[in-house]
Nanobody
């Protein structure tokens, strides 16, 4: 369907910043939206931010004002700029792409990248 490759994770101190990127390749469908989700140990995967091909964005309440999602449609790439990081942001971050081909819907995930924020 489509391959998603995330990069940019790492270890930072509280208050620091990181920039994640996700590149999509080999798509057989039109990508309608891309986004970021995260999963901490013992917790369910949760939405962080999404962006449509038209530029509409959506953020989880916990990251509003601190994180910014952006995209480059020509490259089918999305970015997540994370500022003022908190220990509660520690999780594996996953890239997601949703698309369609006629009436068929697609939903694909990347392998994830670890983000760790120390106190």
């Amino acid at each position: 369907q489509v391959q998603l490759v995330e990069s940019g994770g790492g270890l930072v101190q509280a208050g620091g910043s990181l920039r994640l990127s996700c590149a999509a390749s080999g798509s057989i469908f039109r990508i309608d939206a891309m986004g970021w989700y995260r999963q901490a140990p013992g917790k369910q995967r949760e939405l962080v931010a999404t962006i449509t091909s038209g530029g509409s964005t959506n953020y989880a309440d916990s990251v509003k004002g601190r994180f910014t999602i952006s995209r480059d449609n020509a490259k089918d790439t999305v970015y997540l700029q994370m500022n003022s990081l908190k220990p509660e942001d520690t999780a594996v971050y996953y890239c997601n792409a949703k698309g369609s081909r006629g009436p068929r819907r697609y939903d694909n995930w990347g392998q994830g990248t670890q983000v760790t924020v120390s106190s």
